[in-house]
């Protein structure tokens, strides 16, 4: 494996690693040394420079040293993308999982919107983000950044709920006996107006910047 490569799964690792450590065994040692606010400082600077690292290491990284799958991998691609737009959209309104004043009581109120399919549903949109490029078989950057990147959604998934019935019990512990880990196809026929319409903007607004920013047509742009 080239270097730029090996620096680029050393990356990687130190983004995926140092999250979960500080997300989990080490952030009560740290608020109870540093306080929440500077908790919050060191832990947003600290995951800022991994993930800087690991923009540094992708651009220096080969552009495209695999054979891709074609237009077949566009395609499917393509189509596992838009639920992970919809999920990422729909996440950002009454989500348990994220801090703010209502978290209690949005994990006692019964799952709708996106929270049918999963309860990450953030989460899980960027699984299937990785998922999508991981298809595409298109350079081994690609396909190192993308596992990491699924890796960090699926497993962090499973350490939050932990937290979360740490942090929260009974509520968190009601809210998962209501929702489920794995993304249930038919939830998407109740996602709701709001996230399709906003993911399906989003998914059509991500593919156009995808030619300005990396130089490679995505989505629809791929055949219109």
């Known amino acids: 494996m080239e270097t730029p490569l090996i620096l680029l799964v050393l990356a990687n690792f130190a983004f995926v690693a140092l999250h979960f450590l500080m997300s989990h065994p080490l952030r009560v040692p740290m608020v109870s040394l540093l306080g929440e606010m500077g908790f919050q400082i060191v832990y947003s600077a600290v995951i800022i420079a991994t993930l800087a690292?690991?923009?540094?290491?992708?651009?220096?990284?080969?552009?495209?040293d695999l054979s891709g799958t074609g237009q077949v991998g566009w395609a499917i691609a393509s189509v596992i993308t838009i639920p992970a737009m919809v999920l990422f959209t729909g996440s950002l309104i009454g989500n348990p999982a994220m801090a703010s004043p209502g978290a209690e009581k949005n994990a006692r109120a019964a799952p709708k919107g996106v929270f049918t399919i999963t309860r990450h549903p953030m989460m899980w949109s960027f699984a299937l983000w990785a998922l999508a490029h991981i298809v595409l078989h298109w350079s081994w950057r690609t396909t190192i950044t993308a596992t990491a990147v699924g890796v960090l959604a699926l497993v962090g998934s499973r350490l939050q709920d932990r937290?979360?019935?740490?942090?929260?019990?009974?509520?968190?512990?009601?809210?998962?006996?209501?929702?489920?880990?794995?993304?249930?196809?038919?939830?998407?026929?109740?996602?709701g107006a709001l996230p399709w319409s906003a993911g399906l903007i989003l998914f059509v607004f991500l593919t156009w910047l995808h030619m300005p920013i990396g130089g490679i047509p995505a989505g629809i742009w791929r055949w219109f």
């Open 53 to 64: 690292g690991v923009y540094f290491a992708f651009i220096q990284s080969p552009e495209a």
């Open 163 to 191: 937290k979360k019935r740490e942090l929260m019990g009974e509520a968190w512990m009601q809210w998962e006996a209501n929702t489920s880990f794995w993304p249930k196809l038919r939830g998407f026929a109740k996602a």
